[in-house]
Structure formats: C-alpha cells, structure tokens
C-alpha cells in the first residue's frame, strides 16, 4: 500500500512521526481503539503536517514497537509489522486487525484504559462503550442476555396477532424460546421484554413531533403534534409509521389510463427508517430514546448508538455498507415478522425507494450521519418547494416559480395538457403559458395530441 494513500484517512489510520519509546501510552492508545474498533494501521516516519520524515532505524525500532504493544497491550491483539519505503526513506507500518476479544486493554503506570476509534482520534471508552465492547469479547449480545424481569408477568397479545397476520400462522408456546423471548431455562431475555405489550424497559420509548416549520425555534405553535409512545417494539414501529402517515400528504397526478401517487415521504423508506432505529439503536444507553422530528421539509429520525462496526460514514458510498447487527434476536424476530430481511443493508432500501420516486432530485437524497454514540437518518420531503430544490432542475434567477413542479408533471406525464398543469399546481393556465415562456428548458414537439413535451437538461 502507498504510504500516501494512508495519509489523509482520518479514521483508519493513525501516524507518528518517531517513536516513543518512553511514553508508550501515545501511540499504544492507537493500537487499542484500532483492536476495539474496526482495525486500522499505525504508521511511523509521518509527521502531524504530514510530512514524510521517515524513521532512521526503522528496524530497530520495529523490534521495539513489538515488545512494547506485547508488554502494554492487554490481551495482545493481532497485528502486523512491515517497512514501506519512499524516497530512499523507511516507514514502519504497525496493521492491528479488529478483535474478537475485547476490550483490549492499554496497560502502563497503573492505569487499565480501553480506547475507541472517534474520528480521527483514540480516545477512552465509555461506560455504555466498555459494556458493549465486554458483550462484544464474550460472544453475547444485550438483546439475548438474561433480563431482570419475569417471564410469567408478561403478555404477548401484539406480538402473536401481528404474526398471525403477517405470516398465517400461530404463534406457538415453543416459539418463545426459539424466538430467543426466554433462554433454556425459561428466563425473559431482554428481547423479550422489549417485545411485551407492557415494555418494563423505560428507556425502549419514541418520541415523535411534528415541528412548525424548519426547525424546533421555541413559539406559541412551535409544536403541530407531539406524541409519547411505549410498549413493544411493535407497537413503537407502528405507532411510529401512523405519526408520519397522519402528519405528510399525498399527492397525485392523473395520467391517460391511471394516476400516480407522490407521498410526501416513500412508505417503504420511512419503515426502513423506523425499523433500523429500533433493531440497531444501543438499548445500553439508558435515558436516551429513539426520536420521530418532522419539519415542513424532512423527518429526522434519531437512534442511540453509532454504526455497529464503528466505521464513519463519511465519503462511503451507502449503496455498499454491509448489514451488521447489534441486537441479531430482535433483527432475527423482526425477519420472521416480515418487517425486514435477515441480509441486506436497510440503507441501500431505503435509498432505492427514494430513486424510485417520479419527482426525486439528488437534492433530497436520504442523508445518513453517525459518530460513536449517535446515529441520525433525514428523510427530505418529495414534495416540498424550496429555492434549493428548484436550482436542482436548473431554473436560473428570473425564471418562474413554477418551474420545477412544471418539469416534475411532465417527466411523469409528457403528454400532459397545460390545462391538467395548472389544475395540479392550482393557478391558471395563463399562469403557466406565461411561465412556459419564460424559459427554453421545456419545449412541446409534434403539435395537437399527437405530440409532446421534452425537458431540456
């Protein structure tokens, strides 16, 4: 690999400009967060400037490097050392795979730390980090730990009736335990009591509202419609969808022999949405819900917990991410209930919904942001009319108002009546014969019925 081609990479990569062999703790931390993480390379010779010093003993060194992540690195984690050459200079190059056995401790002057992976920096975990990188390193996850509550003081009456109803079949006594509700000896499992209809998990709540306007500035009407909700997880995701249903429209456009319906958010991406907030949230961090904010152009929906992998998301393309799963009982649940796939990143759904749309721009493409503890998907509303969305199809300053829904109409319907137009913008046909006029990027061939309209890009 091209030393150059590791600068830059602020999240998988590392670099030091020499060794310190007498503060260890400096470069260690790295070795740390890339074992806890998702794996990286620390690269020695590079300085903060990205300057290309090199190492003088690189050999030497390297031998040091070793002893020293075997003496303060606990338990060891897998790595690599190699020398890369450039410019008649040696680097040493230090690849730490990602680690099963977490956490991996950095040890040294009577300290234990284990760190992550924030950015571009190594930093020591958090309690609600350290607990998921313990669950990580014994091969178990919160949603199939045993829970503190009782399996008898339950009931399930949502979780069967909707399983009958999507799948045909009945909810059975042995689907608890094959379900992952109870382990083997009858113990409620905290999937279990996030999928009773009384929820006992306090923090397993949605909050959803309906903001007026663009944002959430304090006012007399600052709130439209604000909703609590709690109980299963069913229950949320469907309480969840109804909110956005009840608080967006629909419209639609007539065509020759049908009409088409343009929602203002894709159904199948605002489900997407929801069930991966639910499934993939950290149910570790307690005192911090799930949240539904509807504005008049977007939703945010928002999750506790970053990626499961721990990776950044910036400057990767979303169609590739691979699925990963934090909570696998309730994905797996959520499966058989029809509500996702066991394979397949939900992004890639729900950037596909959004493609499919008539109306979509790249300017509403879904936007996917994320750090170690938080995770934030926006949904852009098909519908809404803003300046920006309108210098997406090319409309230059002067040009009408109306163009960009005008061009939206007819990339549906190229034979679309200037008469049918205006009764779907609700102004006149003047209005849009004047608008028409004002610009070449729409343009009528053929003439009488026989012809039609063609948008010039």
């Known amino acids: 690999m091209d030393i150059k081609q590791l600068i830059g990479e602020t999240t998988e990569y590392d670099k030091k400009e020499k060794l310190e062999a007498r503060r260890p703790k400096s470069w260690c931390k790295s070795i740390s967060a890339f074992a806890n993480s998702f794996g990286g390379t620390l690269v020695f010779g590079v300085t903060n400037d990205d300057e290309f010093e090199g190492i003088p003993e690189a050999e030497k060194d390297a031998e040091l490097i070793s002893e020293l992540i075997k003496a303060h690195l606990n338990p060891i984690p897998d790595f690599v050392l190699s020398f890369k050459k450039m410019d008649d200079k040696k680097f040493i190059l230090v690849e730490v795979k990602a680690g099963n056995q977490t956490p991996y401790y950095y040890e040294g002057n009577g300290q234990l730390i284990a760190f992550v992976r924030v950015g571009n920096e190594s930093v020591p975990a958090d309690s609600t980090k350290l607990r998921e990188l313990v669950l990580k390193g014994s091969g178990e996850t919160y949603d199939a730990l045993k829970s503190k509550y009782e399996f008898s003081n339950m009931a399930f009456t949502k979780l069967k009736s909707v399983y009958k109803q999507r799948t045909g079949n009945s909810f059975e006594n042995s689907d608890f335990e094959s379900f992952g509700l109870i382990d083997e000896n009858g113990n409620l499992t905290n999937a279990g009591a996030l999928l009773a209809d009384e929820s006992p998990v306090r923090h397993s709540r949605l909050f959803c509202t ?7 500035a304090a006012g007399v009407m600052d709130a439209i419609d604000d909703k609590e909700y709690s109980g299963s997880l069913i229950t949320l995701l469907q309480s969840g969808i109804e909110f956005v249903t009840n608080n967006s429209k629909k419209a639609w456009m007539k065509t020759s022999d049908s009409r088409i319906e343009m929602p203002d958010y894709p159904e199948r991406a605002v489900m997407e949405g929801i069930v991966n907030a639910l499934i993939h949230r950290s149910y570790l961090e307690v005192g911090s819900e799930v949240h539904i904010d509807m504005f008049d152009d977007r939703i945010e929906i928002y999750s506790p917990g970053g990626m499961v992998s721990g990776i950044s998301l910036i400057d990767k393309d979303i169609m590739k991410i691979p699925s990963k799963r934090r909570n696998p009982v309730l994905a797996d649940i959520f499966n058989r209930l029809k509500y996702m796939e066991r394979r397949g990143s939900g992004f890639k759904k729900i950037m ?9 721009t790249e300017k509403r493409k879904p936007l996917f942001e994320t750090d170690n503890d938080d995770f934030l998907l926006t949904l852009f509303n098909m519908n809404y009319e803003s300046e920006d969305v309108t210098q997406d199809v090319g409309q230059d300053v002067g040009q009408g108002k109306y163009l960009n829904r005008i061009v939206q109409l007819i990339k549906i319907n190229n034979k679309i009546t ?10 006149s046909e003047k209005t849009i014969e004047r608008e028409m006029k004002k610009t070449d990027k729409v343009i009528y061939v053929g003439s ?10």
């Open 210 to 216: 309906r903001w007026n306007g663009l944002d959430k």
């Open 352 to 360: 596909m919904d959004y493609q499919e749309q008539p109306n979509y």
């Open 418 to 427: 200037k008469a049918d137009i205006a009764k779907e913008i609700g102004v």
């Open 448 to 457: 009488g019925y026989s012809g039609h309209w063609e948008i010039k890009e």
